[in-house]
């Protein structure tokens, strides 16, 4: 299986400032044949499903506000929210579907500092 | 716009079948481009899939090893869902279980049931 793991575990930010999050897969997730990594970025909320958020390792969904982006290839990603809100506050989670099991990192809360 | 509503009991005791469904609007059970999966949650386990039903000219599943002798997820196009059967429970099977659609542009599980907290105890 492909191991998934998250850095750090919980963060800390201001209002307005920003957040990053990173991501390692134990294999490469990126496929050859069409170049794209299959790599999702999900937020969870208390009481509701994980959303998506970035696919593709980099393009937003439809509707995600645009101070969320995703960057990274091979094994090393990263989530930035470039100014934290106070919606933002949230547990994210990073998730290969390149290989079936398909896995997902521990998460990392983010809260306001 | 893909909705999916979860349904199933809350409590099932150890040793029994746990069975969940999850009705489809938006889109079919039978799309050529849709997987349609089941995701649990647990504080000791995080998030886990632990399966999928696809039509591709033919009916597929795949399922994680960690569940594969117990698991079972069908397909039914007369209502337009699908189902989820795990036999022979534990309290360790006790988690909050999701529905999720992958499809579509992004090919990973972009529309989410509701969720469902299935409790194993006697």
């Known amino acids: 299986d492909i191991v998934m793991t998250q850095s750090p575990d919980s963060l800390a930010v201001s209002l307005g400032e920003r957040a990053t999050i990173n991501c390692k897969s134990s294999?490469?997730?990126?496929?050859?044949?069409?170049?794209?990594?299959?790599l999702g970025w999900f937020q969870q909320k208390p009481g509701q499903p994980p959303k998506l958020l970035i696919y593709w390792a980099s393009t937003r969904q439809s509707g995600v506000p645009d101070r969320f982006s995703g960057g990274g290839s091979g094994t090393d990603f990263t989530l930035t929210i470039s100014s934290l809100q106070a919606e933002d506050v949230a547990v994210y989670y990073c998730?290969?579907?390149?290989?079936?099991?398909?896995?997902f990192g521990q998460g990392t809360k983010l809260e306001i500092k | 716009q893909v909705q999916l509503q979860q349904s199933g009991p809350g409590l099932v005791k150890p040793s029994q079948t746990l069975s969940l469904t999850c009705a489809i609007s938006?889109?079919?059970?039978?799309?050529?481009?849709?997987?349609w999966n089941w995701i649990r949650q647990s504080p000791s386990r995080g998030l886990e899939w632990l399966g999928k039903?696809?039509?591709?000219?033919?009916?597929?599943?795949d399922y994680a090893v960690s569940v594969k002798s117990r698991i079972s997820i069908n397909p039914d196009t007369s209502k337009n869902q699908f189902s989820l059967q795990l036999n022979s429970v534990t309290p360790e099977d006790t988690a909050v279980y999701y529905c999720?659609?992958?499809?579509?542009?992004?090919?990973?599980?972009?529309?989410w049931g509701q969720g469902t907290l299935v409790t194993v105890s006697s």
């Open positions: 294999q490469s997730v990126l496929h050859s044949s069409n170049n794209k990594n299959y």
């Open positions: 039903t696809y039509y591709r000219s033919k009916w597929y599943n």
């Open positions: 999720a659609r992958a499809g579509g542009s992004t090919l990973t599980h972009d529309y």
């Open positions: 938006g889109d079919s059970v039978s799309s050529n481009s849709a997987a």
């Open positions: 998730q290969q579907y390149y290989r079936s099991p398909y896995t």
